[in-house]
Every structure is written in C-alpha cells, then in structure tokens.
C-alpha cells in the first residue's frame, strides 16, 4: 500500500505562507488510487516527518511525472529536498474541529477544548480556511471572560516560556495600537531598564497598522534574535527590543495573526489572549497596557476602554499577570513619523533631545514610564513622571538605548525612501482633527511597513494653524506603484484633515 | 504606469476552483514597483477583462521571466492564452467587506447590505478566505429572518431566473438532506408530472453527504442542460431533472456552497436562502420540503425542525412562494443504496415496480407526491397518496421518467464499482439504531459522490433481525486508497450497526 503511494518530491518554488500545499498531476496514480480531488487535505509523509497539505490538481507538466510539487513551507517542514521520496495519503481528521463547530453554533469552549484546538492549530493541522472560520466565530465579542483566560493558556502552552532567574519582577509594556505613530515602547524601555528594572521586550510586527515595534526596531538594529542571544542581551542590559516571533513565543498566535492580518480582524477576545499569552510567555511579571481611545483609533468610546481593560485586568490575574491599563488620548498621531523608519527616526530624536523631537512623543513615553515606576514601587505618577523626565533629559536613556542596540548587533543608519510627494493645505485654518484610520491607510497603501522607509511624516496635527501651501505632511515610498496607488487614495476620497477655516 | 506593469500570461495549469492565483516570481519588476507581498490581492486586467485574484511568489524557474503564471480559473476568467498580454495592480478595496465586519461584530445587516455583499461575492471580489468569514459569522442560528430573506433576495438577484410560460403554477420539492439513500426526488418528479403538474426540478450536488440529486441524476442521464435544453425538456414532458449549477441559477449561492463543503459547515439560515433562493430563480411557486428528524440526521430534534419550518415558511411567504414542509422519520436511511449509481439503482427499481425495490423509498415518495397534490387541489393527503400510487403502479410515472431522461439526452446504463467489501453480522439479534452520519461519512470515504460507483448497499435496515453471517451491507469503492480508508475506518470505529442481541 506504501509503495504504491510514493511520489518523489519536486520543489515547485511556490510560497504559500505558512499553509502547505502539495501540487499533484491530474494523471498522477496516487491522485487515482487515493481518490484525491482538488482541495483534499492530505497527509504528506518524508524522512518520519509528516505535514497535512491542501492538494493544488496540476494539469500539464508543470510537475514532471511521478513527482509531487511541494510548496516552500511544506519542503521545509518535511526536511526534504526535489527527489526525495515522499508518500501521500488522506489525512486523518482532525477533531478538533467539531469543537469550532461547537462554537460556530454559540457554545461556550472549556480550557480542555481551547487547549485542543490552540494544540491542533500550532501543529498546523488546520487549514488556512479553518483557522478563518474560528477567528470569525471569536471576533466580534463572542469569547467569554473563561473562553479568553483558557485560549491565554492554551497559547502560553503552544509555545516556549522564558524564565528570567535572579529577577523576581519583570517588566512589560504593551499598547493595543491604533494611533499612527506612537513609537513609545523603545523610549519606555530606555528610561526604566537605565532605572534598574528588568524589561525583556519582545514585540510583534503589523497586524494590520504601518509598523509594529518590531518593524520600527529592525529599522534601527537586528530583532531575529535566538533565544541565547536574547537572553545575553537582557543578562547585559536589563532589557531587550527584540521580535517575538524569532523564538517561538506562543506560534500559534503567529498562525492566527496571519490570517487575521488577511482578513483585516482583530477581535477583542484574540487581542486580550494574544497580548497576554506573549507576555507570560516571555517571563513578564508587571504589564502596563497604553490603551489610546479616540473615534477613529482602534477603541472608539471610553466604554469600550473600560471593557477591554476589565478583559486585560481579570484574563491577567486569572493567569498570575498583573495588568495595569492607562487609557491614553486616542484622538490624534503621537509623534510625526509613521512607517517603520520615520518612526525610529522620531524615538531616536526623543532619546537624543533633539529640537525637531515630537513633544507629543515624548510626554506620552514618560507618562507611560511613570505608570511602570509606579507600579515598581508606588511612588505616585507626578514623581513617576519627574524620574522618567530626569533619565532622558540627562541622556541616560539614550545611553542605555545605545547600550542596547550594541548588544543586539548595533545601531544602523536610517534609509530614506525613493519617492516623496508632500500634501499641502488648500486652505489656511484651523485643525480640528485628523483621520487616523485613513492616515494608517494611506501609509501602508505607499508601501509600509513591508518597504521600511515608505510611510509618512506629519508636519501639522490637530490644534495646529496652517496658511495657505502650508505642508501637512509628506507621502513616502519606495515603488511608483505604491506611490500611485496612494496618491489614488488621497484623490478620491475625503481629505484626512479636516480645517476649520477662518470666516 | 501600464507598460512597466505589463507581463504574459503563462499557464501553469494549476486548478485552484474558483479563486483565481497569480503566481508571480520574486524577482519580478512588476512586484516590486507595485510594492506586492505573498497573499496580496491584485487586479490582473487582459482584453478589457479583469478578475481579482491573490498573489502567491514564487522562486526559481516554475515561471519564466517577464511571464505571471494564471491558475486555470484566472485564464478562463481573463480569456486569455499563454504568451498574451496582462496588466497587474493592486487590488481596489472591496467596500463590501466593511459590512461584514459589521457582521463579524454581532449588527444586523439590511437587505441593502447583504446586496452588496452577496453582488460582490458573485463577480468573485471576495478570497476564499474572506467568503469562510462571512458564512461562518452567518452560521450557528446568527442570521435573523430579516436578514435570511435579504439574503436570499439578495443570492436570486445575483443570477439568471427563470418563467414558465402558460404555467400559473409551477411546483417543486426538496429535502433537506442528512439521511442517506432517500432519492425521492426523481420519483417524486415523475409522479407529479405524469399526472400534469409543471415540475422543472433543477438539483444541486452533494455538500457535505456521498450523493446529491443532481449526482444521482448523472449516472442515468445528462443533467448539465442548457438554459434552452432545460426549457424544452420542460415544455415537453412538463418537468426536468437536471443539475441547477449549469444555468447559472444563484451563481453566489455556488461560490458558498463550495466553501461550506471545505468547512463541513451548513448553517440553518445559509440553509434556507439557499434552498429558497434556488427555488426562486427556477421560477417555482409552490415548494413541498422534506425535513428528516432523527438523532442522527441533519435535523436532530422536532423543536429545530419546527424552528426550520418556521424559517422556511416565513421567508418563503416574504419572497412570494407557498411553502409546505414535511417532517418525516429521519432514524434510519432510506432505501437501499448510497452514493449516484446506488441510489440510482433503487430509483429504477421503484419505478420498474421491481421486487428488490426497496418499499421505505417507495413510501416516502408516494407521500411527498401527495403533499404536492394537496397543495395542488386540496385533495387531502389518503387521497393524495392513492392517486400518487396509481400512477406509479399502473407504470405510468416510469413512462413519464422514460420521457424526461430521453429529452434529456437518453437513459444511461449503470456502472458496477471495481471494489466490493461484504460486512457480516458477527452476532445474531434485531437491528436497534444505525448512525446515519457515520454511514454517510463511509459511503463518502469510499469515494462518493466523486467516483459515481462507489458507496454502500445495505441488506439490513432497523428493526430488521439478522444472524451470524448474514449481510449488514456491502462497501463499493473504485480505487484502493478509498477501499482501504473505508475499512480502517470501519476496523478503527464503534459499529455503525447498533443490535439488540438475543439472550
């Protein structure tokens, strides 16, 4: 029965992400006498290794004759390279998924079922359609309190846990993102890891904004660190700015981001879990969550704020996290840089006292830097905030931030992208306020955060007066087909800024 | 900008179904100045045609140089050739998919809404993804009846419907499914048109069970009729019995039927405005439905299959159609066959009056004939079922079945599946219960509806009393790999077969 279903390997050169496809012959015997069709999920067996794929039917010789094509992420799981023998037959069912379905039709998950299901997805045995269909069934508020406590869990279970020794508290900060700009973490980060406090920060790329820390932080040193490294870096420093998903920090969350990245989701339920589970993955102790709120940020109304700090507050201390939330003003950018580069370029502004540094930026840092110190030893915000103002106006946190990217492999220059176009005011007034949605938009229409130096820098924001051929803000990018198609944007819809002009 | 992002088409032959994949290679000019990543979404635009479709990269040589590989569906979409010319960019934002956020977070969606959605689905603007998004936020009872019947207006506004000329009343029927055999249809068809009733049935194929009508349908005639075949067929002998999938008929329904079958999912809403929908763009006016109850048929209990009822006869009378459902005995299959040719074979068989016709299938038909006679003139159901058995006794449905499948094409003869497993009983005793699901799912595992041969003929039925040795039922399958996932599952699971053993 084996021999019959044995194939030989063919790279077909194809990245389909993190979803193995395997692309089979229309005429392929093993297509027959398995009884394939187009979709069939598979079970691909090489070297003990198996993966589940889902089967491309190939008609013609794109794949030669008694091979099978094998996407790039199905070769690398399978350890195989193009002539290898690979076997294939039906894959067996994945029962997990009658409990999606459980939930599809409004029934609550137990810990034991959320574990299988987490367990399930991270060895990837759901297909992208699978994982599309259980984070529809969970976005919109449809986890409950015990749902988001057990799919914490069962994500911190996926994956590593880093245990820091010798430091019985540790530091975290996060924000739930939103706001164009608003690069506070590394500043944050700086200013309490020169104070003594330990701050491993590994952070996420995009899900769905310009740039994620982890994107800003690459434009500025390396982030793929291994776990070594990493730890090397914190044993040196106190802290780290490094990216989550080189060291295998609840993976399955990785595999969900993706798919919610494609469907452009990001329910409460998964925020709360996904947050949380990085968090106690990496060894934290002490979370302070930036929760701006505004009408066109991620949260809209202050009851939203309050509902999703509830969440932060009791998923943590279900799961020995204390969760701090500050509800931050969510109305405008922070900062004047948005896209990876221009973000670093503004936190590097910040760190060195520059007369061009957004004070938006750096007050927002440092009232964050005070919630952590004040959870560190109580000393009150106002004395919090003096402390953090004392750190970086005195260069210390530009110091340790130095100190930081040196141990990570350096500083790097920033690039500057290709294209430019700058927005000028056609109108002389007033700001009353600015899309940040549509401002998030538009920077990754031009390219962010895939292309680093593409985004965006303010010259105005809310409050501000501008004259007539005033700059708002220049578009940058690195392709003439991102720039087009976000000068396209810009022309067909309603303007970003909205002016109050003067009567 | 067009000439810098003008490439050829190449066929690489890859059947993806009905989404359209772009395979462009890594170092292509045209993804770089577009500034495209994996899983973009680009508009490919050939001969004044364009489809949306999602970019996978590829590296190496799978696509030559200055070429974009097209699966099969893009080409066919695009009417293009190898070598011709096609333009790529990035996709324009489909507006639509901001509704089903809406969704997603628990709003109700307008009739207006749910247009624009379903328009947009039909001319394939959504991923597969984003299509698995939509029907799993819809599923799971989450679509109130406003939001059923905007759904099914809004799936018969997106394709062809159809008159019946000189016909005031044209009636259909329908079952919902989940018990295996029960191919009533044909029978039913042929009763009531012989008696001069107007009876254009257009069928689907099976979702999720090892036969739909239209499957069983093929292996006795053609069932891929034209719009202008269907009307002649039908002006003719007053019915038809052919596959609704040819002729366009609800094409959006199609798109999400496919996706339902990926995710095994069949919601109860998606349900009824696809049952409802179908039958309103084949022009019926009055529709008998056939609801099976049993624990382990699609509808498990009396109270869902009221609810069902309900749904069906609302949005029924809301969309203009007079709808009459009938709940059956859904504790046992039906007949004696599963799976196209099976099924077809008990089909033939009750028409023919044969001895080996099996009586529950005969009964079932007689019944749901004579619910559409009473619909019909009010005659009551005994009376019903008496004119409905005279016809199909005195040969008269037979000869009406003859002249519908001869206008169809002619009547084919029945294949014979290369693979024949005979389960024994191996204790003596009275048949108490048989899993239906189970017993669908190893007739699919076998290779239905795929390989029209293969499924499962039972010998035994409950309440049947067998002995040791006696046949319980013979497993058909047309390739080995099929053969030997069927008897793993069978060895590997409780029986299918629950008996009362004598004591």
Not at 322 to 328: A, G, Q, W, Y
Request: glycine letters at 10%; a negative charge; hydrophobic letters at 40%.
């Amino acid at each position: 029965m084996d021999s019959a279903s044995q194939l030989k390997a063919f790279l077909i050169g194809i990245d389909t992400h993190q979803e193995p496809i395997i692309y089979m012959r229309d005429d392929c015997d093993v297509c027959r006498s398995e009884g394939f069709s187009a979709r069939s999920r598979v079970r691909v067996t090489a070297n003990r290794q198996s993966v589940i794929a889902t089967l491309n039917v190939v008609h013609g010789d794109t794949v030669p004759e008694g091979y099978a094509g094998l996407s790039n992420i199905a070769m690398k799981r399978l350890g195989v390279s193009s002539g290898d023998p690979v076997s294939v037959h039906h894959a067996p069912v994945t029962e997990s998924l009658s409990l999606v379905r459980r939930k599809v039709f409004g029934h609550e998950l137990s810990q034991d079922e959320l574990t299988k299901i987490v367990s399930d997805i991270s060895e990837h045995k759901y297909s992208d359609l699978e994982i599309a269909c259980f984070l529809s069934v969970c976005a919109g508020g449809r986890l409950t309190l015990n749902e988001i406590t057990g799919l914490t869990r069962a994500m911190v279970a996926s994956g590593e846990r880093l245990h820091w020794e010798g430091a019985a508290r540790v530091f975290d900060k996060h924000c739930v993102g939103g706001l164009p700009g608003n690069r506070t973490t590394p500043l944050v980060v700086a200013i309490v890891s020169a104070a003594g406090l330990v701050m491993p920060k590994t952070s996420s790329r995009a899900i769905t904004s310009p740039a994620g820390t982890a994107d800003t932080m690459e434009a500025l040193t390396t982030v793929n660190l291994s776990l070594a490294d990493l730890q090397r870096v914190v044993r040196k420093t106190g802290a780290c700015l490094a990216w989550g998903g080189a060291i295998n920090l609840s993976p399955a969350d990785d595999l969900l981001i993706r798919i919610e990245r494609a469907l452009d989701l990001d329910g409460e339920g998964q925020l709360v879990a996904s947050v949380l589970s990085k968090k106690l993955a990496a060894g934290s102790t002490h979370v302070v969550i930036d929760i701006p709120v505004g009408i066109t940020a991620k949260v809209r109304s202050h009851e939203e704020a309050d509902r999703l700090s509830f969440l932060f507050s009791e998923v943590g201390a279900a799961c020995g996290l204390v969760v701090r939330c500050v509800l931050t003003d969510g109305s405008h950018p922070i900062g004047s840089g948005i896209g990876p580069v221009e973000e670093a370029r503004d936190v590097i502004a910040v760190l060195q006292g520059r007369q061009e540094a957004p004070d938006d930026l750096k007050e927002r840092a440092l009232l964050l830097a005070a919630h952590v110190f004040d959870m560190a030893d109580g000393c009150g915000i106002e004395e919090g905030q003096q402390k953090a103002r004392d750190i970086l106006e005195s260069g210390r946190a530009w110091e340790q931030f130095r100190r930081i990217t040196e141990e990570q492999g350096g500083l790097k220059q920033l690039g500057s992208a290709r294209f430019r176009y700058r927005q000028l005011a056609t109108d002389p007034g007033t700001i009353l306020s600015v899309d940040n949605r549509r401002l998030a938009r538009l920077a990754k229409l031009a390219g962010a955060p895939e292309s680093p130096a593409a985004g965006l820098r303010l010259f105005a924001n809310v409050g501000d007066t501008v004259a007539v051929g005033d700059s708002l803000y220049e578009l940058l990018s690195d392709s003439t087909g991102e720039r087009d198609y976000a000068l396209a944007y810009i022309a067909g819809e309603a303007p970003i800024f909205t002016l109050q002009t003067e009567s």
